[in-house]
């Protein structure tokens, strides 16, 4: 008899798994949808995280981490989907592996993966964020060939957000470009200081407003005007 009440409870557990599982897929997506509705980053977090345990799937693996992206979790977001280069990972991981490792101050990692994003759409924006990355990490060739193609193709209503002030805002994009080139010229060679500030002047003429142009040429002026650069 106990054989086969053992027996009976074998056979229909794995119908009582399934059946528990069809239960808690069907709980965790109403979660999450709901959460979505309340705009609950945290409540989404955990239904995506509760889903990706009972049903992995690399599209949920994906939209977690672009949540935790846009809550600025960015360790979070690189331990959700590793910071591997993958040419086949879908945009959106892409994406995420980029700005995460811009913010977490890994340019050189980062500039793998907006190349992989500019190959597949080459746009003024991306070319923006691989010109400043390839400045910072010492690459002027590379940087030159992305501010070029921006400002051959940036349009006048396109923008660019900007973070040196307490309050973040935004300025053209084709004058950010015209900034960069400045910086670029100047790093390249001291001496074309005057073409510098020349750039600045070309990205304020387009955006009166761009605060960080507008300190760069105060910057380059100072040093035009300094003692030592007089001497010389």
Do not use: C, W
């Not at 746009?123 to 501010?147: H, M, Q, R, S, V």
């Amino acid at each position: 008899m106990k054989k086969l009440v053992l027996l009976a409870i074998l056979v229909a557990a794995p119908s009582l798994f399934a059946q528990s599982k069809s239960d808690m897929l069907t709980h965790y997506k109403a979660f999450y949808n709901e959460m979505r509705l309340q705009g609950d980053i945290n409540g989404v977090i955990n239904a995506l995280t509760h889903l990706n345990v009972i049903e992995p799937s690399q599209e949920r693996r994906d939209t977690l981490a672009y949540v935790y992206l846009n809550s600025g979790q960015h360790m979070q977001a690189l331990n959700t989907i590793g910071i591997e280069t993958d040419t086949n990972s879908s945009d959106i991981a892409v994406q995420v592996k980029a700005v995460s490792l811009k913010n977490l101050n890994q340019p050189k990692r980062a500039i793998e993966q907006f190349e992989i994003l500019f190959k597949r759409n080459p746009n003024p924006y991306l070319a923006y964020e691989l010109a400043d990355l390839k400045i910072l990490t010492g690459d002027p060739t590379g940087a030159g060939t992305n501010i070029e193609y921006g400002l051959a193709n940036a349009k006048e209503d396109m923008k660019h957000a900007f973070y040196e002030r307490q309050q973040p805002y935004e300025a053209s994009l084709k004058a950010g470009f015209y900034h960069l080139k400045g910086l670029l010229v100047y790093n390249n060679d001291k001496a074309n200081i005057d073409e510098a500030i020349g750039l600045m002047d070309e990205a304020l003429k387009i955006d009166p407003s761009f605060n960080l142009a507008s300190l760069s040429k105060q910057a380059l002026e100072t040093k035009k005007n300094s003692p030592e650069a007089t001497k010389n």
